[in-house]
């Protein structure tokens, strides 16, 4: 993971009203929590923050720089957002320890273009985040599979990605992470065979009806057929 410093001021925990000034004053309400420590509000500025997310991704090391030099390594464990102003509301940092394992999902992004494709095969990204532990320095930011050799009616699994030793997969090994796979073909309907009714149609000019059906309205009655005459 990436290290970077994040300004931060403690504040006190408060009602909403002081929640809303916060954030009318350009910074988000916080917590860090964990790692041997009672929960502490706190509160860190918008750009700041949004511009290390930009550049780390999901994914980082922030020693939060209070007033005075005390800091607190932290990850970012959760965040909340408004949906419609887009904009970060909350935020909950975890307090780690450099020297303990971190349990993480990192990403997972395809290089290269799988051979497969060439024999009309279509790439499937199946699992897009891995599980792992690892301590805090030692844990990639991401985690690139190159799929170029991959043809078609082939997959990648878990247990076929390297990481080297620092870092403990948690995922199951069996789990599918890339395949190639032909593509999916519609079926037309099936077209009724020459001389076969359709439920529900006319019969043809020409065609006497079933025995016992009724005939079709309008029709006059066959020649011959008896007729029934109401008596006064």
């Known amino acids: 993971m990436q290290r970077v410093a994040l300004e931060a001021v403690a504040r006190e925990s408060g009602k909403h009203g002081k929640l809303s000034t916060l954030r009318r004053q350009g910074f988000i309400p916080a917590v860090v929590y964990g790692h041997k420590m009672?929960?502490?509000s706190v509160a860190v500025p918008v750009r700041a923050f949004e511009r290390i997310r930009r550049m780390t991704g999901e994914s980082a090391i922030g020693d939060l720089q209070f007033e005075g030099g005390k800091a607190m390594t932290t990850v970012v464990h959760e965040y909340q957002m408004n949906p419609i102003r887009?904009?970060?509301t909350h935020i909950d940092f975890l307090s780690?320890?450099?020297?303990?394992?971190l349990t993480s999902r990192i990403p997972i992004r395809p290089i290269g273009t799988a051979i497969g494709l060439k024999e009309g095969g279509v790439l499937e990204h199946s699992l897009y985040e891995l599980e792992v532990e690892a301590l805090p320095l030692d844990t990639?930011?991401?985690?690139?599979?190159?799929?170029?050799?991959?043809?078609?009616?082939?997959?990648?699994h878990v247990a076929d990605l390297k990481l080297g030793d620092k870092v403990k997969v948690l995922t199951n090994e069996m789990a599918t992470v890339f395949s190639v796979v032909a593509p999916a073909i519609e079926e037309a309907p099936p077209v009724p065979e020459e001389g076969v009714a359709v439920?529900?149609?006319a019969p043809a000019a020409g065609t006497a009806p079933a025995v016992g059906a009724a005939p079709a309205v309008g029709t006059a009655p066959a020649e011959g057929a008896a007729k029934t005459a109401s008596k006064k």
């Open 38 to 40: 009672a929960p502490m």
């Open 86 to 88: 887009d904009t970060y």
């Open 96 to 101: 780690i320890s450099l020297d303990e394992t």
């Open 140 to 156: 990639p930011d991401y985690l690139e599979v190159d799929v170029s050799d991959l043809g078609l009616k082939h997959s990648i």
């Open 199 to 201: 439920e529900g149609a």
